[in-house]
């Protein structure tokens, strides 16, 4: 007898509290099957208590229709099954949410998600459950109830997408009689990495700190040698990943490492090789012919060792995206490199304030590693996988999201290539970075080494009036700028004219808003003096900034922002909407102050704290626009 859905007191309380999102969720799912017990659910399987969420609430739907509809019994049923694997010397322990039996004999993976919880990004990791079971199990589904896909493992075919695809024992039964494919080594070797692979960020970072401690211990590297190194080895990682899934050996293992000592070739010589490959086919133009990777052999095998369990590939791209940031991050604060760098909290705060759209082409002009390139495109390509339903025109737009909307312009060659690199490992793709000083591309007359981007931007400034966006936090914004004193550039300039000398900020200032297009938004830290300065020429940028753009938001950041990174410059991030006849924006400027941007700012390194202002703010700003 099936007892009815109630509501304890405590329920009520508890349901009070919970944020309005999370209490959305949870309506679809109230049935009266779903026993609720004083915050939590009474499996119907099992009868053990579990915490009352909207994902819980979709397993316990899927129980009963198991059991109650499709002829399963409930002792054929193992909730939260522990699936026991081991690669190289790592041992994991994953949890199916469901594994369903005809008697004793595994049938279906079942992995339940909370309504409107996208399905399609556990894909691969519930076909991993199916793969490095013993013994394998044919059938695959993933639901949220709404929605559902049912997989033939044997055949890695999407077989149904519906609830109603989930097998009755009957048919469970004949399946299972006819027997199941056996699994190629390679099959299974790269569902062992897909269920090792990395979801939390954190532990992203600590693995690629593990790598650069082994890398730091070879003498003769610098910080930027031996960041280089590690994107090479990520890059072949990559690579071999790729060829995996089309059927051939990855050779990034120390199995495959141990064949090539046999023959006599040691573990650089043999990386080398794929890399060589990488090179001609996929990295045309990113490295010299003849650059290698330049890393002694012990060192290549401990972080091969130390990688090869982790699919990068299978890996979220936002979970690699934070955690690759972390590890620059790691490799770049204080003095060696950490002018170059913009803490992500502050880099994901200006994207999201300025919002970047589908087909938006987005500049930063002194883009460093390319952080702000890197999160905007995890900010667009959601927006593609969120409001397009068309799985082809998905790829379309993500293809020109990666080859023609990301522009990033960098004065350093090594982190121009780093930019590359770093949008290669995220995007694969970087057509449009380049290396150059962006103060010399306004105008025709630049220096011969400038032809290439002038001509681009030229054609962009004269088909669509300038870039939608630009974000960027330039050197001078970590006190690093120095005057410019060549006459030639500070005559491209209204601020720079008749000059002598002029500060950088003020005409990359002037820079950013002629780039933009009429219309166009732009984000950028800038050091307090632009805003309170009683200087001349410092009142002749304001005035131009209120000729040329309205001021929408102006957000203080707290002092030490910077710290981590070498610098103690107090900053602001100024965003500004170029003038357009067609935009009447509001009379009054949002104004913020964040104490607290997610770290330490009395520190000199980088460390968490739980307090961060930004993404309040960020909510206050979308209320008063009305968004």
């Known amino acids: 007898m099936r007892k009815r859905r109630r509501r304890s007191g405590r329920e009520k309380t508890l349901n009070k509290f919970l944020p309005e999102e999370f209490r959305k969720q949870l309506k679809p799912i109230e049935d009266e099957e779903v026993e609720i017990q004083r915050g939590y659910i009474k499996d119907y399987v099992t009868g053990k208590l579990f915490p009352d969420t909207p994902e819980e609430r979709v397993r316990q739907k899927i129980e009963h229709l198991l059991v109650d509809k499709l002829g399963y019994g409930k002792y054929e049923i193992d909730v939260e ?101 056996t699994l190629t080594t390679n099959e299974i070797e790269a569902a062992l990495r897909t269920l090792v692979t990395f979801i939390d960020p954190k532990e992203f970072a600590r693995v690629f700190d593990q790598c650069h401690d082994i890398i730091r211990t070879q003498r003769g590297l610098d910080a930027r040698s031996r960041l280089y190194e590690m994107c090479k080895l990520i890059l072949v990682k990559l690579y071999e990943e790729d060829r995996e899934e089309k059927g051939k050996e990855n050779r990034f293992t120390s199995r495959a490492i141990k064949k090539a000592e046999n023959l006599g070739i040691d573990a650089t010589a043999f990386i080398n090789k794929s890399f060589d490959e990488l090179k001609k086919s996929k990295l045309v133009g990113l490295f010299d012919p003849e650059e290698k990777i330049e890393l002694k052999p012990h060192t290549v095998k401990e972080i091969v060792e130390l990688l090869e369990i982790y699919s990068l590939r299978k890996t979220r791209e936002d979970v690699l995206g934070v955690a690759f940031e972390t590890f620059l991050r790691g490799m770049m604060t204080g003095r060696e490199l950490g002018e170059f760098f913009t803490p992500r909290e502050v880099v994901e705060f200006m994207v999201k304030l300025v919002d970047p759209q589908i087909g938006e082409k987005i500049l930063d002009p002194a883009c460093g590693t390319g952080g702000f390139l890197i999160w905007s495109f995890f900010h667009v390509l959601e927006k593609i996988r969120n409001n397009v339903t068309d799985k082809d025109q998905q790829e379309r737009l993500i293809e020109k999201l990666i080859e023609e909307c990301l522009w990033g312009i960098d004065i350093d060659s090594y982190l121009e290539r780093l930019c590359k690199i770093n949008l290669k490992i995220h995007g694969d793709g970087y057509r449009h970075i380049y290396r150059g000083n962006s103060l010399d591309i306004i105008n025709d007359d630049v220096e011969p080494e400038h032809e290439e981007i002038r001509k681009e931007l030229k054609n962009i400034l004269e088909q669509e009036g300038g870039f939608d966006i630009i974000l960027t936090n330039p050197p001078f914004g970590s006190g690093r700028g120095k005057d410019i004193t060549e006459k030639r550039l500070l005559e491209k300039y209204e601020n720079g004219k008749g000059k002598k000398r002029q500060i950088p900020q003020i005409l990359f200032l002037e820079l950013c808003i002629r780039l933009l297009r009429p219309g166009g938004r732009m984000a950028i830290v800038i050091p307090d003096s632009i805003l309170n300065n009683a200087g001349k020429d410092y009142r002749k940028i304001r005035e131009y900034i209120r000729k040329n753009a309205w001021i929408r938001a102006l957000v203080s950041l707290p002092p030490g922002t910077f710290n981590p990174y070498g610098s103690g410059v107090k900053a602001s991030i100024l965003y500004v909407q170029k003038k357009a006849p067609n935009i009447k924006p509001k009379d009054e400027v949002f104004m913020a102050i964040a104490n607290y941007v997610g770290y330490d700012t009395r520190r000199k390194d980088y460390r968490q704290i739980d307090k961060n202002h930004l993404p309040q703010i960020l909510l206050s700003f979308k209320k008063w626009v009305g968004n």
């Open 81 to 181: 099954k522990v699936i026991e694997v081991s690669i190289g010397r790592k041992k994991v322990h994953p949890r199916a949410d469901l594994v369903v039996r005809v008697g004793v004999t595994p049938v279906m993976v079942i992995e339940t998600k909370a309504p409107k919880e996208d399905i399609t990004i556990y894909r691969d990791q519930a076909k991993s459950y199916a793969k490095v079971h013993k013994p394998p199990i044919p059938i695959v589904i993933l639901t949220n109830y709404t929605n559902t896909e049912v997989w033939d493992i044997s055949k890695d075919k999407l077989i149904a997408q519906s609830i109603t695809g989930i097998l009755p024992r009957e048919k469970a039964s004949k399946l299972i009689s006819k027997g199941v494919r």
